[in-house]
């Protein structure tokens, strides 16, 4: 079976990113790491790959059209066998759906079973490449999968809903999104690391993929919004409750 | 002006979402239609009439595959300008499908519409809401917009009853080859979370799956509603149905009280139009602190016992 993880790079998200004053696009520096959310996904794929044995492969899938390489390493460094890179410049600013057309068409061609992805980038958080992805390779989609299992050549997932969840099975080729509840990622060991290194890396550009991007919206202005503003903050030395019941009582809660 | 909203039944009763953009949409003028996905009960109809839908094509069930591909054929003989999706997880997955399928773009996270004429114009809030983003949408009709829970308001119009017409789905082969083998449901106590007046939510500072308890008590005592951060629904101690936050529930109440929650932009988006806002968190650093009207720098397992004694003291 073959497994490709799609995994964005995103900037650190320890600091806010910033978009850029002209383009509104955001800033994003050389060198992006690997999006938290997409650690579940590639830790999925790792233990079907575990599970399969010799007869499976997991390939890593990442579109940054500044070519950054950083947090694909970190991937790689989990367990994955290798990755493709589609760096091409004319992606910068893509939309999810372009974004989308470039994914399906690199899995495609990498001739996948089973395309996972996280349920929303910590970024862009628009939560559709998963199911546009689907669509356009002609797949099945099991989305928002808390529980994954490979079962009689099929995915079987724990679909998270609002009351709790629903039991559904779809056949390959599908795509699957998982949440972070799915699975505990493992952390890269020291030898992970070391042979990330010299895992093999293939980058394509839009135009190897037969995609001509084509971005059908546009932002046209960005503002500040007026913050909340902090109230009384104080230290509890026993009667922090009692600065809750008043607050309580401030507002007739009590 | 053509506008579609997307609604799916839940418990006989229309999608809140399907009714707040419904609410919306009114002010756009022209046609207001729905596809709705369910049994179709009476009572979902009237709800979606009496929010201004005219008419209404109903769908009992299908794939996302399918159902994109129906409303794909349906939305090319009838033209729609604009189709509203909620946040849910199926509007998710049928935008995400319609949008490939269509070829055209969908703006996510929707918290505006403005309609001027022709031109559709969406806002975002970025950065947990520190931004607020307009975008333009230049692809053609139909332009597929996902909303926000809560973005707006849902108000009755007293429409009468809408047309229903049936749509059959066509078949998809693969795509549609998935099947729900069961569903279940997990239990979650005290009043519904969107509607409460107090909600009280617990963080990963509340220590473990048995001391979410006290988040329950504190809630009852206020008679209000328990919630959680995604943190905490992912460890397993508490069901989804209790995240508030970016990939939960947007609550609103008069009193939320965020206990042993840092406050991360994910969960703020969720619960900062709450009117007061109470934080207890034993991090004088947290971000929850720059949103709450009361914090508390204390430890949740000294400050919640003592004030629900305090509580059961007078009641
Ligand atoms: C604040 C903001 C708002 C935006 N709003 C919109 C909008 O309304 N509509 C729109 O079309 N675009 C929007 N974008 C652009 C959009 O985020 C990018 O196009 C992005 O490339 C893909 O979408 P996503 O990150 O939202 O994907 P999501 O659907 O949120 O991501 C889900 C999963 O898809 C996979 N994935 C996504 N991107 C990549 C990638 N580059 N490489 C590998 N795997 C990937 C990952 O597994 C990820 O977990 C917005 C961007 C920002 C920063
Ligand atoms: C795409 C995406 C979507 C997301 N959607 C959501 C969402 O919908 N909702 C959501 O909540 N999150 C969401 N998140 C996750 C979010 O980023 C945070 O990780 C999460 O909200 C943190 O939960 P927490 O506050 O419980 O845990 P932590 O961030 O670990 O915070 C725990 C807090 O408890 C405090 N604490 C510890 N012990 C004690 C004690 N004894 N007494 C008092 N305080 C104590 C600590 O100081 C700390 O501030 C999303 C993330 C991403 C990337």
Known sequence: ??????????????????????????????????????????????????????????????????????????????????????????????????????????????????????????????????????????????????????????????RQTQAGYDVVEGALPAVLSVTSGVVEPRYPTFKGIMQAKSKPVETLTAADLGVAPDVQQKITSVEDVASRQAGDIVEDEGEGHLRIIEKLEEVKVV | MKTWVFSTESDGHAGSAALEALSKARSFGGDLGVIHVGPGSEAALAELGDHGATSVLQIAEGSAAALAAGLAEAAGSQQPDLIVFGAGN?????????????????????????????????????????????????????????????????????????????????????????????????????????????????????????????????????????????????????PYSYQVGQTGKTVKPDVYVACGISGAMQHLVGMKDSTTIIAINKDPEAPIFGVADLGIVGDVHNVIPALVEALKARA
């Not at chain 1, 600091?15 to 938290?36: F, N």
């Not at chain 2, 935008?95 to 996270?109: D, E, Q, T």
């Not at chain 2, 988040?215 to 992912?234: F, K, P, Y």
């Open chain 2, 90 to 238: 199926l509007d998710r997955d049928v935008a995400g499908r319609l949008s490939a399928r269509l070829g055209k773009p969908v703006l996510a996270n929707a918290v505006d519409i403005a309609v001027d004429g022709d031109a559709l114009q969406v806002v975002n809030e970025i950065l947990g809401g520190t931004q607020r983003v307009t975008t333009s949408f230049a692809g053609g009709s139909p332009a597929i917009v996902i909303t926000r829970p809560k973005a707006f308001a849902a108000e009755p119009s007293g429409g009468g009853a809408p047309a229903v017409t049936t749509l059959e789905l066509p078949d998809v082969g693969h795509a549609g080859d998935v099947e729900v083998l069961s569903q279940h449901v997990e239990e979650s106590s005290g009043p519904d979370l969107e509607a409460a007046a107090v909600v009280v939510s617990g963080g990963r500072g509340i220590g473990d799956a048995d001391k979410f308890s006290m988040v329950h008590e504190l809630a009852d005592l206020l008679g209000g509603a328990a919630g959680a951060t995604r943190a905490v629904v992912d460890a397993g101690w508490v």
């Open chain 1, 1 to 158: 079976m073959k497994i490709v993880v799609c995994v964005k790079q995103i900037p650190d998200p320890a600091s806010p990113y910033e978009l850029d004053p002209d383009s509104y696009y955001v800033v994003r520096p050389a060198d992006q790491v690997l999006d938290d959310t997409d650690r579940y996904g590639v830790e999925v794929a790792l233990q079907l790959s575990d599970e399969i044995g010799d007869a499976a492969s997991v390939t890593l899938l990442s579109m940054s059209p500044g070519g950054s390489q950083q947090g694909i390493r970190q991937a790689l460094a989990m367990g994955a066998d290798g990755a493709i890179l589609v760096e091409d410049e004319t992606l910068r600013g893509a939309d999810a759906l372009t974004t989308s057309q470039v994914l399906a068409a690199a899995a495609k061609r990498a001739e996948a079973d089973l395309v996972i992805t996280g349920t929303e980038s910590t970024d862009g958080y628009t939560g559709v490449v998963p199911q546009q992805v689907a669509e356009l390779m002609g797949a099945p989609s099991l989305t928002f999968a808390r529980k994954v299992e490979h079962v009689d050549g099929k995915i079987r997932i724990e």
